[in-house]
């Protein structure tokens, strides 16, 4: 699948990747509050809103991510479909060798699908069991130049689960709210 270019998606909506990257990240401000948002910022806030921005930006094929010939190569960032695919990949990973770019992106699925879309899931699935697996899928993409950011997301996993349903919910509530530009 061909990824558009930032050009073209800056031409075709109006907004770069650095505005998507603000907005995610003054909402999670505005969410999350002051306090909190001062704590977590510099370490973490900014991945978050990175996560959000790049599910934004990614087109995503569900028929062909639930294919059985999907295969992204080991240093791709890999699509799921939905948090069932994580818990089977998930399974597999546990008994094969480690994949930490795959698990990096199982872990940022999950803050999307268990986190900000929370209660669209939490009537089919267990958000505590999937905490738990977030937490271990960035424990096992904590390598290299990466290992201490990965390392803080699997320490506050439970809690960005909490700041992404906020946010969800904070989103839901403003829709209509009109906000004049700087």
């Not at 569900?62 to 998930?90: C, G, H, K, W």
Request: aromatic residues 12%; negative net charge.
């Amino acid at each position: 699948m061909d990824m558009p270019s930032t050009d073209y998606f800056e031409e075709l909506y109006g907004v770069t990747e650095e505005q998507v990257l603000n907005f995610w990240a003054s909402n999670l401000h505005d969410a999350i509050g002051s306090q909190r948002w001062s704590q977590i910022r510099d370490s973490t806030g900014v991945y978050l809103a990175s996560v959000l921005g790049h599910f934004c930006l990614q087109p995503v094929d569900r028929m062909e991510v639930l294919s059985p010939d999907y295969s992204p190569n080991d240093t791709e960032f890999r699509q799921f479909a939905d948090l069932t695919q994580i818990a089977e990949m998930m399974m597999r990973q546990l008994t094969s060798a480690k994949n930490p770019m795959w698990m990096e992106s199982a872990g940022a699925h999950i803050l999307l699908y268990a986190g900000f879309f929370q209660s669209q899931n939490k009537e089919r699935h267990n958000i505590e069991f999937y905490s738990a697996m977030g937490r271990e899928c960035y424990l096992m993409a904590a390598v290299g130049k990466r290992a201490r950011i990965m390392k803080l997301m699997a320490t506050g996993f439970h809690q960005y689960l909490f700041h992404l349903d906020s946010l969800h919910r904070h989103l839901r509530e403003s829709r209509y709210l009109i906000r004049p530009e700087n």
